[in-house]
């Protein structure tokens, strides 16, 4: 220890009235309700790991920054709180960029602070010297940087405020380290008090539009409803069961909103969603864009009645005409709608909707009768649909399922069905792959009493995976299931459709038994190649975790020739120009 920092230590403890800018970051983390950070070491940051183990916030470290992005969204996710990443200077804060940059299309909200060097050597070509600024400013909604350690609290305070306004997001807070090693008296400080600076999220429209609302809602003769992860996000499911269940909506979710409803409730539907979008007369789309996922609109049946409800004034109305937008939080939305109907109303609409809701239903039942064959499939090239079948007969009540990759998303879809809300969680709308990683381990630290799945393919498990060794380290054990195929196959098909046999360029991997690099670390490793036995090795994996602490990884061998239906109608789509 150097001699200087040992005078600075000394004067902190001696002197209890002047503190460092590393403590007073720790300190309005503290008062944001942060209690985890996700970190990989660097000498611009050090004096606010020092300031966590004084406020008892966990310090999570990581081999790769984009993991510890990643697992910052995912705890944020979990908990419904912040998520906080701190990264150092120059390639400590480029890693980060794709987890922010996903963070930003989930709607995640996400406090990153950066390092950076002195103030005194600014433009002199200091070690990892950067414009951060500039450069996070694409993929966050704000992003800033401190000029001086007084307003170090303040600003942390005013970037989670930056992170929760309108639709949440991640934000970016750049600190140079003479900043947050620097002393100062504790009563120059700006600290905002905790809880005095933000307001509550859970904005609601005027009561006309929810008049509007409900009479839309009341006089559908088939109508459908669509919720995406704003409900989940916003913890608005209680509120969106009450809803379906007063208007007798049939019911669709997609992204972090899978799960919100039981699989047997009556409303709940999942393989008719196109048909749905097709044929209603009123159509309800909630905390979802329409995006590519909902063919930019063009999905839905162009004689309905639109509605459409978000928290992102920019995306109401993009894409397709609507009628009736409505700009706010979901569950507030709901419960005012709910309160607007009578009770004759909604014996009205309950009689009303009873062909329709048995149409949906005989449709379902018809759609996974023709998955069957796929799901139970016996060849020895293992189908990818069987993987996903039986992962999902192996999922428990309190199971979070964390898909990773192309065709394992889109496939994995079609069979896991969540047991509970917030239990599903996928690389969302920026298509991440490597998500899966820190995710897991985000999730399992957000819920140590929970079982966590993560269900990857071959090449998004390549991308991230050495940071299961942090998962070990602080006892975040997850079941890791690889969907080994050889390629980063869903680009395959297109290529190979596109180009032939030269559609195989850029797209092979090695045939590589991933089970032996949970052994590597002290954990269960397993190779599958006959469908019989994948569940009997998903049990032996999840017998393994609880008796080790460490995680398993059950590589299952699956045919490279099998894609997802939806993988081959987007290169349809694409190639009519679509």
């Known amino acids: 220890m150097s001699a200087t920092t040992d005078d600075s230590l000394k004067l902190g403890s001696a002197n209890t009235g002047t503190i460092s800018g590393g403590h007073l970051v720790a300190k309005a983390l503290r008062n944001e309700g942060i209690d985890t950070i996700f970190t990989l070491s660097g000498g611009n940051i050090v004096d606010i790991y020092d300031g966590c183990v004084n406020e008892g916030i966990r310090v999570i470290d990581f081999r790769h920054e984009q993991v510890a992005a990643h697992a910052a969204d995912g705890y944020a996710r979990q908990t419904g709180q912040t998520g906080c990443l701190v990264t150092t200077a120059g390639p400590g804060c480029c890693n980060a960029i794709t987890g922010m940059a996903t963070a930003l299309r989930s709607e995640t909200p996400l406090l990153h602070i950066g390092g950076q060097g002195a103030t005194s050597q600014y433009l002199q070509g200091s070690l990892q010297e950067f414009d951060h600024v500039r450069l996070m400013s694409p993929v966050t909604k704000w992003a800033a940087s401190v000029r001086s350690t007084e307003r170090i609290a303040d600003m942390v305070s005013m970037g989670c405020r930056e992170a929760w306004g309108e639709v ?46 409900a009479d839309l809602l009341v006089h559908a003769e088939k109508p459908a409803a669509l919720f995406g992860s704003q409900v989940w996000n916003g913890r608005s499911h209680r509120e969106a069961l009450e809803l379906i269940r007063t208007f007798d909506i049939p019911a669709y979710t997609n992204g972090s909103a899978r799960g919100i409803f039981r699989n047997n409730d009556p409303l709940s539907f999942d393989r008719t969603r196109d048909k749905a979008l097709a044929e209603a007369d009123v159509i309800l789309v909630v905390g979802t864009p329409f995006d590519f996922r909902l063919g930019y609109g063009k999905s839905l049946n162009p004689a309905a009645k639109v509605i459409q409800i978000d928290q992102n004034y920019s995306v109401i109305g993009k894409n397709r005409d609507i009628e009736l937008g409505l700009l706010g939080h979901a569950g507030t939305i709901f419960r005012a709608v709910v309160d607007a109907v009578s009770g004759s109303e909604k ?44 992962l999902n007969e192996f999922l428990e009540e ?27 969680m996928d690389p969302g709308p920026l298509g991440s792959l490597g998500v899966g990683t820190g995710f897991a381990i985000g999730a399992k630290l957000a819920n140590p009493d929970k079982e966590v799945v993560c ?5 998004a498990f390549s991308m991230t995976a050495f940071d299961m060794e942090t998962a070990n380290r602080f006892k975040a054990p997850y079941l890791a299931v690889v969907g080994n195929n050889s390629a980063m196959n869903q680009i ?43 569940a009997p090795a998903l049990r032996r994996g999840r017998e393994a975790i609880a008796r080790t602490g460490k995680c398993a990884v059950i590589n ?23």
Request: one cysteine or more.
């Open 556 to 578: 299952i061998w699956v045919d490279p020739q099998e894609w997802s239906p939806g993988t081959k109608a987007r290169l349809k789509a694409r190639m009519a120009g679509k």
């Open 168 to 213: 949440p997001g991640p934000v970016y807070l750049e600190i140079p380290r003479d900043l947050l090693d620097r002393s100062i008296e504790l009563q120059d400080c700006v600290i905002p008090a905790a809880g005095h600076y933000r307001f509550s999220c859970k904005v609601m429209c005027s009561p006309p539009e929810i008049e509007k609302l």
């Open 492 to 534: 395959r098909y297109a290529q190979l459709a596109k180009y032939g046999d030269r559609g195989n360029v850029g797209t092979l991997l090695s045939d590589l038994p991933y089970g032996k690099f949970a052994e590597m670390m002290g954990g269960y490793g397993e190779e599958v190649y006959n469908p019989g036995d994948i």
């Open 398 to 424: 309190n199971t979070i399922y964390v898909g990773d990759g192309g065709d394992v998303v889109t496939i994995s879809a079609q069979a896991v069905r969540p047991r509970r809300p917030g239990q599903w």
């Open 347 to 390: 014996r009205k609409m309950a009689t009303k909707r009873k062909e329709w809701i048995a149409t949906l239903r005989a449709a379902e039942a018809e759609a996974l009768e023709k998955l069957m064959p796929l799901f139970k499939s016996e060849n020895s090239l293992i189908n990818p649909y069987r993987v996903a079948y039986e």
């Open 455 to 459: 269900y990857y393919g071959d090449g």
